[in-house]
């Protein structure tokens, strides 16, 4: 038995020492579970009670490691916007594999480095040009999504929510 312990006391997991090269650590089952983890986007979806579809088609795409690990920024429509927009179950098949892809990348921005001053020109994960600016109503908008003036910063990458898509399904 390891000094310093009793009988029957049970031990507390501790991460592997590190020698310094990664930044990883543990993270607690509350800290991943908790609604809108900010472990990563990838956990920030998976937990949302307000992304179900769009969890649905980033885990069925092929971006779903870029999400969890890339450090992008993520803007993540909420489920109101598929339930006004019913071609989203088409996206799903498995011949439309393509165009789910595309409309997960569009949501996918390089570039922005942190929560403040979001106002820009990036590019989207499908190489395209995209801007984050503001309306005539004062409301930041992206594409056809309005952005809900949340940005929420995981351990890697930023999250924000929007109303709306930044792209249309592109069914060509």
């Known amino acids: ?16 020492a590190s020698n310094g090269a990664s930044k990883k650590r543990a993270y607690t089952e509350e800290e991943l579970n908790r609604p809108f983890s900010t472990v ?6 998976f937990t949302s009670p307000d992304a179900i579809y769009f969890k649905k ?12 690990s890339a450090g992008h920024t993520l803007l993540v429509p909420r489920d109101q916007t598929f339930l006004d927009n019913k071609t989203w179950k088409d996206i799903m098949e498995p011949e439309n594999l393509d165009v789910l892809d595309r409309f997960v990348a569009a ?26 600016e503001s309306n005539e109503d004062g409301e930041q908008v992206c594409g056809g999504a309005r952005l809900l ?11 924000i929510p929007v109303m709306g898509m930044v792209e249309d399904f592109d069914w060509n």
């Open 107 to 132: 949501h996918i921005i390089k570039g922005i480095q942190s929560p403040k001053g979001i106002e820009g020109v990036y590019e989207d994960l499908n190489g395209n040009t995209i801007a984050i």
């Open 57 to 68: 088609m980033v885990t069925t795409s092929s971006h779903s490691k870029t999400v969890h």
């Open 1 to 16: 038995m390891p000094p310093n312990r009793s009988r029957g006391e049970k031990s507390t997991p501790v991460a592997p």
């Open 40 to 45: 990563s986007p990838w956990r920030y979806i």
């Open 149 to 159: 003036g949340q940005v929420v910063e995981t351990d890697n990458g930023l999250v």
